[in-house]
């Protein structure tokens, strides 16, 4: 299995969206906060300026794409 990374803030709706579609589907991943400093520290590190974002595998998904997530979870490494 990869490796998931979801990277959200509070109040973000399409965070929450991730954050669903993940749990319904079984998907298990860390959840980073970008308010806390361990989660705006990685985050800076990726470069990524919007929310959410995923990390799976090597791979980063910005904003939320249900059939990018899907794609990127169910492609060969």
Not at 5 to 34: E, M, T, W
């Amino acid at each position: 299995m990869k490796r998931v990374v979801l990277y959200v803030k509070d109040k973000c709706p399409h965070c929450k969206d991730a954050q669903r579609y993940l749990d319904a589907k079984g998907i298990q991943y860390r959840l980073c906060n970008a308010k806390m400093a361990r989660g705006r520290k990685e985050l800076d590190a990726l470069g990524a300026r919007s929310l959410p974002v995923l990390k799976i595998g090597d791979q980063l998904l910005i904003g939320w794409n249900v059939s990018n997530v899907e794609r990127l979870y169910t492609q060969k490494s």
